[in-house]
């Protein structure tokens, strides 16, 4: 492998820890842990860690209580976040002196996104929790460790795709076929994300508290017009969440429901992708598909039989990026196959 090749997935695997840090940080509530941004309680280096600093910190950010714990975990993950966005403004620098221009492109525009990213880390902070912002940034992080992941298999095209290699049984028509219902999978997919961060950021990951039925009903009572209106409101803390029950329920129950729109599909593409391509490399992410989706509902069913433990809540968030590269490796296979019919 060339030094580029390990730096890119350096930064890919520094961009994971930041994202699974970040939910560690949401579900351990402590996203308010600094009440200002991008320092904690004005200090850029630590956070109030004696009786003296810890008053005057409170006495200048009137109605907070400084939790030493809550701050750290905030703050370690700004720096790390911090260091993740030095090492991704290097990279368009790298492929422009390599003479790779639309890699340059690409990692420009990850690059640019990264700039988006802090500024909704920021409104994160200072309109406390609003759900909206949330499920952007977590979005945002997915979004750009998915432009990463690209970024490293185009760079690796010829190491992981023989050009002249022909393919005598497939006709174009299938594989075209094969390519729409891999963009409709991650689609759908990508719904079930924003789905599964709309249900954290309004903390109704419990709202169902059994499985399968959702608290002894199979059609429990819901208010889906609160569930998903949106509140742009700047003057609320959104901690631990504003809606009632209802709503909550609403929310949870319609993350069930696609979850398995979802499972479908990528089970489905992943057979037809098996079937239809016969090469190693593709059969190995079909079956990687059915195995981190496999592993996604286990974590989503754990976490509502076991009162959400922090450690499975995280790891589901961790996988489900996992799974979403996945999905990107196999469409990103199945176009090199069509464009070499």
């Not at 280096?45 to 109605?63: H, R």
């Not at 970024?151 to 005598?168: A, C, G, H, T, V």
């Not at 993350?255 to 599909?265: C, N, Q, S, T």
């Not at 961790?318 to 019919?341: D, F, H, P, W």
Request: charged share 10%; with cysteine.
């Amino acid at each position: 492998m060339t030094k580029i090749n390990y730096y890119l997935l350096f930064v890919i695997t520094v961009t994971f820890a930041v994202i699974t840090l970040g939910a560690y940080v949401r579900l351990s509530h402590a996203g308010l842990g600094c009440p200002d941004w991008p320092g904690c309680y004005g200090y850029l280096i630590g956070v109030p860690d004696n009786s003296i600093e810890i008053a005057n910190a409170e006495n200048s950010f009137q109605g907070s209580n400084v939790d030493i714990g809550k701050a750290w975990k905030e703050m370690i993950h700004r720096y790390i976040a911090g260091a993740l966005g030095i090492f991704i403004f290097i990279l368009p620098f790298i492929f422009y002196k390599n003479n790779t221009n639309k890699l340059f492109k690409l990692s420009l525009l990850v690059s640019i996104l990264v700039v988006m990213q802090a500024m909704l880390g920021m409104l994160t902070v200072t309109l406390q929790l609003q759900p909206l912002i949330v499920m952007m940034h977590l979005m945002g992080g997915l979004t750009i460790i998915t432009l990463l992941w690209l970024i490293f298999l185009r760079y690796n095209k010829n190491n992981y795709f023989n050009e002249s290699q022909s393919f005598p049984n497939l006709s174009l028509k299938r594989i075209k076929n094969l390519s729409v219902l891999g963009y409709i999978t991650l689609i759908v997919l990508v719904i079930q994300i924003m789905l599964g961060g709309w249900t954290s950021t309004n903390y109704a990951a419990l709202a169902c508290a059994d499985f399968p039925k959702c608290n002894a009903s199979w059609w429990p009572q819901m208010d889906f017009y609160n569930a998903f209106m949106i509140e742009l409101a700047t003057d609320l803390n959104y901690e631990f969440g504003r809606l009632d029950s209802p709503a909550r329920v609403a929310i949870h129950f319609t993350h069930r429901i696609w979850a398995i729109v979802a499972a479908a599909m990528l089970v489905i593409l992943s057979i037809a992708s098996y079937k239809t391509i016969k090469i190693s490399y593709q059969k190995i992410i079909s079956l990687c598909l059915v195995l981190f989706l496999f592993i996604q509902v286990t974590l989503g069913i754990l976490n509502i039989k076991m009162g959400l433990p922090i450690y499975v809540a995280v790891a589901h968030n961790g996988n489900a990026a996992i799974l979403l590269m996945c999905l990107v490796t196999q469409l990103y296979l199945i176009r090199n196959v069509k464009n070499n019919l």
